[in-house]
């Protein structure tokens, strides 16, 4: 399948630093990619140079065959992008900024923005202005922003941030719906590993300014998760510290942890359970993005 986004050898530095090293990079269409590293690794600054608000000094890029630095216009057309700042104006209404916005956008279509107060859910506060406006109602509005010209590719800087758990739930399962219904790709960076878990198709992990390593969860947890430690909810009652041969040790009431070479062995230790005592769950410790995040960074 033909990238929708291609990146290689690229390099970025702002005066002696160098932010951006070798970068190589691809992205299907419709896909939605986690970008993860820690701070200052250099997520931002790739953002901004696929969006073609700076270049990089060497390195080719292609999104949806145009190259962001020459093309930065065009590119800018078809990709919507939420930051931390969002660029809201906080003594207008929800609704007048995204019509104000909807018009600097060349946004023809009337009903855009009436649609998009009722897919995020602020049509009771659309007269309301934005400065009144909670964390979670801004970022959505935010989104919406991002969307009115219905853009094929969409670029969020920590999305959920500052949001309390049923607003992070709100603005992710729009996004993966959004996703779904128009196809449209999204990169989200994010620090919040097991939200990202939760919708992300792949991810690609920024170390030291190069991608360390990019795939799905399934493709990494083949590449980094050879030994598994699970959990198992049953009523056995380990005599040993060892059965059938595998480290075990009581976890609390019902919950016995093993540590297996590999999850081949997982049907092995279960038949064995299952001849004397039920099991009510199995569940792998250790195989979660943040662990696989961790051993992609080097750390055991
Ligand atoms: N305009 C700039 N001028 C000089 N240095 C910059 C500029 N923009 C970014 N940097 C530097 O580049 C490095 C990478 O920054 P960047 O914001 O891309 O990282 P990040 O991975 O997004 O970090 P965070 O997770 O903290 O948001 C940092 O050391 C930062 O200080």
């Known amino acids: 399948?033909?990238?929708?986004?291609?990146?290689?050898?690229?390099?970025?530095?702002?005066?002696?630093?160098?932010?951006?090293?070798?970068?190589?990079?691809?992205?299907?269409?419709?896909?939605?990619?986690?970008?993860?590293?820690?701070?200052?690794?250099?997520?931002?600054?790739?953002?901004?140079?696929?969006?073609?608000?700076?270049?990089?000094?060497?390195?080719?890029?292609?999104l949806n065959g145009m190259d962001p630095a020459s093309r930065g216009d065009a590119i800018r057309k078809i990709s919507g992008i939420v930051t931390e700042s969002a660029g809201l104006y906080h003594q207008m209404s929800g609704k007048e900024n995204l019509e104000l916005f909807a018009e600097l956008y060349g946004v023809t279509d009337k009903n855009r923005v009436t649609e998009l107060l009722d897919l995020f859910d602020l049509n009771e506060h659309r007269d309301k202005p934005v400065g009144k406006y909670s964390t979670g109602m801004k970022k959505r509005l935010a989104l919406a922003k991002a969307l009115l010209h219905k853009p094929d590719i969409l670029f969020l800087d920590e999305p959920t941030n500052g949001l309390d758990p049923d607003g992070i739930r709100m603005v992710l399962s729009y996004l993966k719906?959004?996703?779904?219904?128009?196809?449209?790709?999204v990169i989200i960076c994010s620090h919040v590993l097991h939200q990202l878990e939760t919708i992300?198709?792949?991810?690609?992990?920024?170390?030291?300014?190069?991608?360390?390593?990019?795939?799905?969860?399934?493709?990494?947890?083949?590449?980094?998760?050879?030994?598994?430690?699970?959990?198992v909810k049953t009523t056995f009652k380990p005599k040993e510290k060892h059965y059938l041969g595998f480290p075990c040790r009581v976890l609390g009431e019902s919950i016995v942890?093993?540590?297996?070479?590999?999850?081949?062995?997982?049907?092995?230790?279960?038949?064995?359970?299952?001849?004397?005592?039920?099991?009510?769950?199995?569940?792998?410790?250790?195989?979660?993005?943040?662990?696989?995040?961790?051993?992609?960074?080097?750390?055991?």
Do not use: W
């Open 1 to 62: 399948m033909t990238s929708f986004i291609k990146v290689e050898g690229l390099y970025k530095s702002f005066g002696q630093q160098t932010v951006l090293e070798n970068v190589n990079f691809r992205v299907k269409k419709g896909e939605i990619v986690g970008l993860l590293g820690p701070n200052g690794a250099g997520k931002t600054t790739f953002i901004r140079i696929l969006n073609g608000v700076i270049k990089p000094e060497k390195g080719s890029i292609l």
């Open 177 to 185: 719906n959004y996703n779904q219904e128009t196809g449209t790709t």
């Open 200 to 231: 992300c198709d792949s991810f690609a992990f920024i170390d030291n300014g190069t991608i360390a390593e990019q795939g799905t969860l399934i493709e990494l947890e083949d590449k980094y998760v050879q030994h598994v430690t699970v959990k």
């Open 257 to 300: 942890v093993f540590d297996l070479p590999t999850k081949n062995d997982i049907p092995h230790l279960l038949i064995g359970l299952l001849k004397t005592n039920p099991v009510y769950s199995v569940t792998i410790m250790n195989n979660d993005l943040q662990s696989i995040y961790f051993k992609v960074r080097g750390y055991k």
